[in-house]
């Protein structure tokens, strides 16, 4: 292990203040106030309240413990039918096969193994966000994974999963917004945001969109380091981090791993898998979990490794071996005897194979005989942060189950939420297709009179079903597309899901109804419809009540599904029913099937469009110098124009019915 005071970090990291529950931590001499450079260019009395950084108050040491891990998951064979699932049995597979280990504070641990060893598996299992059964236990400071504990743990995801269009400012200032405790003020939260801003080093790039996608925006490490910084903000007691240094240039990923030395330094416990660190980065680890198809190999000291293989016959080749290269090696069952992976195929590739499992099982069989006993005696000791006291704390702790207010969780998930959409919210490519379709549509329609009493109504029709389309379609894709994001949030326990999921639909609305106000104004006018302010905008306000309805359903498929492709498809047949069953196209639909259009929204929008539309004794002519009443016209009859009360209490159903799907499937996940 490297002394403190030899960190490079080029990161300053502000550690964690000791107090009287917390261990001893080293003052990081590029922490002070004066080497923040803010990102924003008023200068408040930031100061000040940089001194009570959040990252400098109170920390909780946490002992993560974890005790014999089996995770065995159910495999898909890919044959048989789409529909009705697999006709084969399905298969187990052993992922994780018995792991222990312990992580104290001021520890950095680093998980090693081949790709696919299942070093992701178990740092998402220490993070209490693995789905499935995990057999064996997992305990902080002696306790279960609470939800007090989830506040105090950080867990940054191989993805990093932000939002492409707000700034590294906004998104770590929202963050902070909606992470740190109620008992700071709103001031104080943004200046910690500005705070880690500055000691990720990311302040000259504060300003730039994150990006993704087709967005140019902040490179990947900038990108890395914003995801650790926005759970650094509130100053977890327990890092988790899965690859937080893949795809990046060695002189990032080095900065990236002193970063989090700094962090467990300054009284954190950090663990982090890592796919091929160089001996540098190595060497900044103090201890070290090497996995095998799921199996440890070895657990310790970082700088005892070479010794402990030594010392069950497996040296490397050349004295001058990077020891992740060649714990890896052999993980991968590759001894420097072998060296298969350099060899010319001489005995088939059944023998190599054969080979390098003997290896593996060797490396197990050993870890278990050497290694385990003295790493069992380790994790079942009692250690003081185990003690009843911290217990009892935690409880109380606990009953505060979220960090901020309802209201506060809305509003900064409304704000965050309108600024990253705004661009598309308000693209020019949305408001040129409406008014295209309004202005055509008015020419087509243009000044029609009741006497052409079946364009009127084919008038009104298209109200009902292009208003059904164009909503349902748009929301398909909200809950698939911010699924990641939040699960991200929910399983740190951020906000409450109504929070979320009311901001989420409240967000939408404005450009959801504006774009249908202009539609009607334009259409209704030079369509020649009834000239009256009511009757308008009573219209306006069904085509705007089905809007709401039709969101509805699309909210609540995309919420079902989570695949946008099969809500669209779903959607469009949906849509083609209601378009076909509404009443305008099939007067005399067969009794057996004509069911179709009670559960159709469009058609009771179109029954309100009409209902309004006309006055029973309001007549049209109907053949020359013919003057028929407007109900008894067949398209009208059939409709059973009656109580238009009811037709809205069926919207509102709807309406209802939907939603809470919709909240009701996002709940599942
Ligand atoms: N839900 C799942 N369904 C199918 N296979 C899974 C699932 N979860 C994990 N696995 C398999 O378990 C093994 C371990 O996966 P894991 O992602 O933990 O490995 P890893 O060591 O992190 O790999 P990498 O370094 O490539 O990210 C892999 O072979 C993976 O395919």
Known sequence: MMPPNEQESSFPIIPGESRNETIPVQENPFSSPSHVIPCLDDEGPRHQSRQSSVLRQSLRPIILKFEELTYIIKTQTGKGSYWFGSQEPK??????????????????????????????TLVTALAGRLQGKLSGTVSYNGEPFTSSMKRRTGFVTQDDVLYPHLTVMETLTYTALLRLPKELTRKEKMEQAETVVADLGLTRCCNSVIGG????????????????????????????????????????????????????????????????????????????????EGSSIYSGDSGRVMEYFGSIGFQPGTSFVNP??????????ITSDTKQYEQVEISGKLDRLEEQNSVKNLLVSAYKKNLYPLLKEEVSRTFPQDQTANRSRAKSISTNRWPTSWWMQFSVLLTRGLKERSHESFSGLKIFMVMSVSLLSGLLWWHSRVAHIQDQVGLLFFFSIFWGFLPLFNAIFTFPQERPMLIKE????????????????????????????????????MGGLKPSLTTFSVTLMIVLYNVLVAQGVGLALGAILMDAKKAATISSVLMLVFLLAGGYYIQHIPGFIAWLKYISFSHYCYKLLVGVQYTWDEV????????????????????????????????TLMLLLYRVLAYVALRQL
């Open 91 to 120: 298969s187990n597979r052993l992922i994780l096969n018995g792991v222990s280990g312990i992580v104290k504070p001021g520890e950095l641990l680093a998980m090693l193994g081949p790709s696919g060893s299942g070093k992701t």
């Open 213 to 292: 996608g087709l967005i140019r925006g902040i490179s990947g490490g900038e990108r890395k380091r914003v995801s650790i910084g926005q759970e650094m903000l509130v100053n977890p007691s327990l890092l988790l981090l899965d690859e937080p240094t893949s795809g990046l240039d060695s002189t990032t990923a080095a900065r990236i791993v002193a970063t989090l030395r700094s962090l467990a330094r300054g009284g954190r416990t950090v663990v982090t898998t890592i796919h091929q660190p160089s001996s540098r980065l190595y060497r900044m680890f103090d201890k070290v979990l090497v996995l095998s």
């Open 324 to 333: 992740a290269d060649f714990v890896l090696d052999l993980a991968n069952g």
């Open 490 to 525: 929910r399983s740190s326990g951020i906000y409450r899901l109504s929070s979320y999921y009311i901001a989420r639909t409240v967000g939408d609305l404005p450009m959801e109804l504006i774009l249908p106000t202009i539609f009607v104004t334009i259409t209704y006018w």
């Open 620 to 651: 049209y002519e109907c053949g020359p110098g013919l003057h028929c009443s407007v109900t008894d016209y067949e398209g009208i009859k059939n409709l059973r124009l009656g109580n238009m009360v009811w037709d809205v209490l069926a919207l």
